[in-house]
């Protein structure tokens, strides 16, 4: 009785099997314990086949947390004001909630990917950064926020947003986290 056969799959479906599998580690908790070894065996690969998708884990770590960034911008979409009337105020709480939710329904993969020895080696840029400094620059060419200084304010916002979602994740009550949020958003942003 030989090895059973290895079904043949095309290379992008190969290469999302190793990912999806390193995604199952991390969010099972395995963080910075995961190695190559753990991927190829949880996907059910040679170690070979990594090595030609992803030249170090490193590789595929920034693959994951690039689908990680990719999923929250696909899930949570900034409108404009072509689709009609935008609540500005409203859209940044929405938002900040949604990466609240997003942070903790993917909390061990995001541990790896944004918060580990890794994230030293290849930080990330500043994407949400850009992202809620876009979103505070619309709502001001709307006349929905105050004068702030966009990038500075979006880093300090960015900064609470992250801590609310780090505390909700400690244990801290979600709903006082999230009112006390959404009211700090609210008056840093006021018109």
């Given at each position: ?91 940044v ?76 994740a ?11 949020l ?10």
């Open positions: 009785m030989g090895k059973p056969l290895r079904r043949r799959l095309k290379p992008e479906a190969r290469k999302l099997e190793i990912v999806e599998a390193a995604e199952r580690l991390l969010q099972a908790g395995g963080g910075a314990r995961v190695r190559v070894e753990d991927v190829v065996r949880e996907a059910g690969v040679a170690k070979g086949t990594f090595f030609l998708y992803f030249p170090t884990l490193d590789d595929l770590l920034e693959t994951i947390r690039t689908r990680i960034v990719s999923e929250f911008d696909m899930a949570n979409p900034l409108p404009t004001e072509v689709e009609g009337p935008v609540d500005w105020p409203m859209l709480e929405s938002q900040a909630l949604a990466f609240i939710e997003f942070t903790l329904s993917r909390r061990g993969v995001g541990e790896a990917v944004f918060h580990s020895d890794f994230a030293e080696r290849r930080p990330l840029a500043d994407h949400a950064i850009h992202r809620l400094t876009a979103v505070i620059r619309a709502g001001q060419e709307a006349e929905a926020f105050g004068p702030v200084d966009a990038e500075p304010t979006a880093r300090l916002l960015y900064a609470a947003i992250h801590e609310a979602a780090d505390a909700v400690a244990g801290v009550d979600r709903i006082a986290m999230q009112g006390a959404q009211s700090l958003l609210r008056r840093t942003l006021a018109h």
